[in-house]
């Protein structure tokens, strides 16, 4: 069981970057797929975006309108569309799956499956 983020990089201040989030040997249809990220030097944030079974999403505030997180079942993946980056959106992005529905105030270490993270830098 497995999940791959990928598609981080370097991007300008207003740039944009997709994210993917792969998963292997277990059906993302039954998960909820949460973002979450650490910037260097402080704790991992609570989550971002979250893309539950039922097609639903959840944004934070801090990249509500900026960022949007979908899913493709067919593929068993999922994306974080980020649009107007800053250079606060620095960090380390990780992808999480858990097991039903899912919501915004479920803690991380209530996630079952967590990917090995892809750095975001926004910099000019």
């Known amino acids: 069981v497995q999940l791959q983020a990928s598609g981080g990089g370097l991007v300008q201040p207003g740039g944009s970057l997709l994210l993917s989030c792969a998963a292997f040997?277990?059906?993302?249809?039954?998960?909820?797929i949460g973002w979450f990220r650490q910037a260097p030097g402080k704790e991992r944030e609570g989550v971002l975006c979250l893309s539950s079974t039922d097609g639903s999403t959840y944004y934070a505030d801090s990249v509500k309108g900026r960022f949007t997180c979908s899913r493709d079942n067919a593929k068993n993946t999922a994306y974080l569309q980020m649009n107007s980056l800053k250079p606060e959106d620095t960090a380390v992005y990780y992808c999480a799956a858990d097991y039903g529905p899912g919501g915004g105030a479920t803690p991380p270490h209530e996630y079952d499956y967590w990917g090995q993270g892809t750095q975001v830098t926004v910099s000019s």
């Open positions: 040997r277990f059906p993302l249809d039954y998960y909820a």
